[in-house]
C-alpha cells in the first residue's frame, strides 16, 4: 500500500487526448486529488511526424517506472514506416514488448440501457473476458519479417513453452477468480486455436490443456478460431474466459466487442508481471478527433480495470473500492440513458458524458 502512486499517461493521438483526459477526470474524482498523481508522456504517431520518434526513451523510462500507465489511443493513416507498417502502432507495441506486457485482458460485457447487435440477449447474458496472448504468436515477427526484393515476404508465428504457459495459467486463474459463465455458472476456459491445421496451434492447445490438469475446479474447452466466431455470435452465454495467441485474440476481441456495443465499450488492460498499460480498445478514429464527439467509456472502464489491478497488487482497498465506484457509475449512466454517448445512439459529447459520470461518483 503507498501513500501515492504514479501514473503515466500518453494521451497518443487523434480521440485519444480527449477520452484519455476525461477518464483522468473521472479517476480523480473517484479516488481524490492525492491517492494518483498523473504525469503527461509524449507519444505516438504525431509526434513520430514531428520528430521522427515514436515512443521517445523519456517516455519509455517514465512509464516503465510508473505503477501503471493508461492511454488513449494512437495511430494516424498514412504515418507509416518505410516497410508500411503504421508508426503508431509502434507506440503500443514497444511497450509490450520491452515492458513483457504478455496478458491483454479483454471483458466482452453487455451493459444495461446498450442495445447488442445480437437479437434478444440481454445484459448479464454476455459476460465473458478474452485473454490475448500479447508478446509473441504472429506479432513476435512485427519488424522481422522477410522481405526478398519486393517478391517473397514472411512472418513466421512464434510460440514458446513459457508464453503459452503463462497466458494460459492467468486465464485459467481469472476463471476460477470468476463466477462462471451466464448460461449454467461453470468456471470455463476455452482455448481458441486452429490445432487441426497448424503445429503452433497445436502446441498451444496441447500446453493449455497440461496447464488445465492443475485446474480440476475450471472446465476445459477447445474452440477453432473459424467456429467460436459463430458461437461468439449464437451463444454467448457460453463463455467465461477464451484464451488465445496474439493475431487470432486481436480479432475476435473486435468482434466480441462488437456483440456488446462496439469498440467504444470495449475496455483493455495489458499487464505484465510488473508493468501494465490500460487503455480503450479502440483506435484513434482521427475522422472525429477534436468535436468532443467520442464515447470515453471504453477508456474510463479501463482506468476502472487499472485502480482494479493497483488494488490488487499493493492490496490498497481505497484503489479497489475506487474501481467499483467508477464501474457503477458508468452502469448508472448507460442504463438511465439520459446522456447516451453518440456511438450508443445519444447526443451526448464526450464531456457531457464526463461530467455525468463524476456527477454520479458525487
Ligand atoms: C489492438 C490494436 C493493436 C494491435 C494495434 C493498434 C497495434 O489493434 O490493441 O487491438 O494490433 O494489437
Ligand atoms: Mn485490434
Known sequence: MQNRYEIATMDGDGIGPEVCQAAIRILKEA????????????????????????????????????????????????????????????????????????????????????????????????????????????????????????????????????????????????????????RDGRHRVTVCDKANILKTYAYFRAVCDEVALGYPDVEIDHAYVDAITVHMLKRPDFYDVIVAENMFGDIISDLGAGTVGGLGMAPSGELGLDHALFQGSHGSAPDIAGQDVASPIATVLSGAMMLRWLGDRHADTRLSAAAVRVETAVERVLAEGRVVPRDQGGMARCSEVTEEICRQLR
Not at 32 to 48: D, I, M, P, R
Not at 62 to 90: F, I, Q, R, S, W
Not at 147 to 153: A, D, F, K, Q, T
Request: contains cysteine; neutral net charge.
Open 31 to 182: 479516488c481524490g486529488a492525492s491517492l494518483l498523481n498523473f504525469t503527461a508522456h509524449e507519444g505516438g504517431a504525431g509526434l513520430y511526424q514531428r520528430t521522427g520518434e515514436v515512443l521517445p526513451e523519456d517516455s519509455f523510462d517514465a512509464c516503465k517506472a510508473a505503477d501503471a500507465m493508461l492511454h488513449g489511443a494512437a495511430g494516424l493513416p498514412g504515418v507509416t514506416y518505410p516497410d508500411g507498417t503504421e508508426a503508431g502502432n509502434d507506440l503500443h507495441l514497444q511497450l509490450r514488448f520491452r515492458l513483457d506486457l504478455f496478458a491483454n485482458v479483454r471483458p466482452i460485457r453487455l451493459y444495461r440501457g446498450v442495445k447488442s447487435v445480437l437479437a434478444d440477449w440481454q445484459p448479464g447474458q454476455i459476460d465473458y473476458v478474452i485473454i490475448r496472448e500479447n508478446t509473441e504468436g504472429l506479432y513476435a515477427s512485427r519488424g522481422a519479417g522477410v522481405n526478398l526484393r519486393g517478391e517473397l515476404v514472411t512472418d513466421t508465428l512464434v510460440m514458446t513453452r513459457k508464453g503459452v504457459e503463462r497466458i494460459a495459467r492467468f486465464a485459467f486463474d481469472l476463471a476460477r477468480q470468476r463466477k462462471g459463465a451466464p
